[in-house]
């Protein structure tokens, strides 16, 4: 006959038999849920992709290219690479503009007096513009009206349709 010690040993085997079972059960449940989701994003990002790559997007990125090129072109008749330069900051989306121009190659300054030009983004559709827009400079501490000092040129761009958004 069985020992007063065993029989407890026998049903603490199987109730630790039934918790792994559990455990398994709960592993395997989750697991499945992971695979589930992860296979969900996965078909979201290729239909993300897909539509981020689309000819009409492509064209979209392609123009921008194209305008931003054009208008850093420009910059580059203006002034040179490692100058101290500041930008006009009468618009915060013309600003925003200009710095991502020439934030990359020149020393932007704040104030008029430490800059060797200080920078304007103009509209001007009479002249070889960058969809409308010119990069011209004034020199330090003028009141930025009236005839600019130099006008960008190299750089021209009269494709069609709105400027590109500004990269806020």
């Not at 103009?122 to 003028?142: I, T």
Request: glycine share 10%; net charge positive.
């Amino acid at each position: 006959m069985d020992r007063p010690s065993d029989v407890p040993s026998r049903s603490s085997g199987r109730a630790s038999h039934g918790r792994q079972i559990g455990r398994n059960v709960a592993r395997t449940i989750l697991g499945l849920i992971a695979v589930a989701t992860l296979t969900l994003l996965s078909f979201q990002s290729i239909h993300a992709i897909n539509d981020e790559s689309s000819s009409g997007q492509v064209r979209q990125w392609d123009r921008d290219a194209a305008f931003w090129n054009c208008l850093t072109i420009q910059a580059h008749s203006l002034v040179a690479p490692g100058e101290r330069v500041q930008i006009n900051r009468g618009g915060l989306a013309t600003a925003v503009m200009l710095e991502k121009v020439v934030g990359g190659w020149t020393i932007l300054e704040s104030k008029a007096d430490e800059a060797s030009a200080v920078l304007v983004l103009k509209s001007d559709r009479s002249r070889a513009s960058c969809l409308g827009s010119v990069v011209v400079e004034y020199p330090p501490g003028s009141n930025l009206h009236g005839r600019p000092e130099k006008i960008g040129s190299g750089g021209s761009d009269r494709g069609s349709g709105s400027l590109p958004s500004t990269p806020l």
